[in-house]
């Protein structure tokens, strides 16, 4: 599969090395420094390149956005429509001043499926540190850690879906883009955001949740949010 990846750095970053690892192709985009990106993407092999925003919005079969959430707005200008696209938005809505509130009571990956009308959004990648996904990647299956994901087009979930067992993570899927409070910042208790989940705890987590029950108490393996 193609994947255009806006914003390369850590979260990005990685997941376009777990994806060029499993046979997928990558384009990187969106950063202050091309020369950067066309060497990040030379590390990467032959299935990798660097190039404009722009291009791997064209580019992908998927478009992956991480970038910091003050920068939505410029990264989704530079890639034009992005209509009928599947965009995975990894991105956590702090600002200046920590984790912002949203108008309307709208989640996160409600706001950003506005500001990129027809996009096929799936909100995932974003509950724990970059650098926790980069360590534990690929464990046996009952030890996977899961990332959740929310999006309302379930042929987007599943070629997503797709896209996270071959990143060597288990997927839960939270249910459409109005569901993605509990995945989204900040860390807090009865949300599932920062919190390291396992198949089996997942399933039971996702069940409490769509029953409107609170989520069963999991094991503490430490807590790894983004804090912005
Ligand atoms: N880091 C985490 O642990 C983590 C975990 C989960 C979710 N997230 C979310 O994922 C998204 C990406 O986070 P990240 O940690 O991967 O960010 P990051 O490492 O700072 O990467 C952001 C990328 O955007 C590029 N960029 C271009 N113009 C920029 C500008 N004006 N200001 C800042 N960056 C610019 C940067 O490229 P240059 O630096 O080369 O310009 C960089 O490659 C965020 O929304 C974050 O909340 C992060």
């Given at each position: 599969m193609?994947?255009g990846?806006i914003g390369a750095?850590?979260?990005?970053?990685?997941?376009?090395?777990?994806w060029v690892?499993?046979g997928?192709?990558?384009?990187?985009?969106?950063?202050?420094?091309?020369?950067?990106?066309?060497?990040?993407?030379a590390?990467?092999g032959e299935?990798?390149r660097?190039?404009t925003?722009?291009e791997?919005?064209?580019?992908g079969?998927?478009?992956?956005l991480?970038v910091?959430?003050?920068?939505v707005d410029?990264?989704l200008?530079?890639?034009?429509?992005?209509t009928?696209k599947?965009v995975?938005d990894?991105?956590?809505?702090?600002?200046r001043e920590g984790a912002q509130?949203l108008?309307d009571?709208?989640?996160?990956?409600?706001?950003?499926?506005?500001?990129?009308?027809?996009?096929?959004l799936?909100?995932?990648?974003?509950t724990?540190?970059?650098?926790f996904?980069a360590s534990?990647?690929g464990?046996?299956?009952?030890?996977r850690?899961?990332?959740?994901?929310?999006?309302?087009?379930a042929?987007?979930?599943?070629v997503?879906?797709?896209?996270i067992?071959d990143a060597g993570?288990?997927v839960?899927?939270l249910?459409?883009?109005?569901?993605a409070?509990?995945?989204?910042?900040?860390?807090?208790?009865?949300?599932l955001y920062?919190?390291e989940?396992?198949?089996?705890e997942?399933?039971l987590?996702?069940?409490?949740l769509?029953?409107?029950q609170?989520?069963?108490?999991?094991p503490d393996?430490s807590g790894h949010?983004?804090e912005g």
């Amino acid at each position: 599969m193609k994947i255009g990846v806006i914003g390369a750095g850590r979260i990005g970053g990685n997941a376009a090395r777990l994806w060029v690892a499993a046979g997928h192709e990558v384009l990187l985009s969106f950063s202050r420094d091309q020369a950067r990106l066309e060497a990040d993407a030379a590390k990467l092999g032959e299935r990798a390149r660097a190039g404009t925003v722009a291009e791997a919005a064209a580019f992908g079969d998927v478009v992956f956005l991480s970038v910091p959430w003050t920068q939505v707005d410029a990264a989704l200008a530079e890639a034009g429509p992005l209509t009928g696209k599947i965009v995975i938005d990894t991105t956590n809505q702090f600002g200046r001043e920590g984790a912002q509130s949203l108008p309307d009571g709208q989640t996160a990956a409600e706001f950003n499926q506005r500001r990129m009308p027809g996009a096929r959004l799936v909100k995932s990648f974003n509950t724990l540190t970059a650098a926790f996904q980069a360590s534990e990647a690929g464990r046996p299956a009952e030890q996977r850690v899961v990332l959740f994901m929310a999006g309302d087009d379930a042929e987007a979930k599943q070629v997503v879906a797709g896209l996270i067992d071959d990143a060597g993570f288990a997927v839960a899927d939270l249910g459409g883009l109005a569901d993605a409070g509990p995945m989204e910042a900040p860390r807090r208790a009865g949300a599932l955001y920062g919190e390291e989940y396992r198949p089996a705890e997942a399933a039971l987590a996702v069940a409490a949740l769509r029953a409107g029950q609170a989520l069963p108490a999991t094991p503490d393996y430490s807590g790894h949010s983004d804090e912005g």
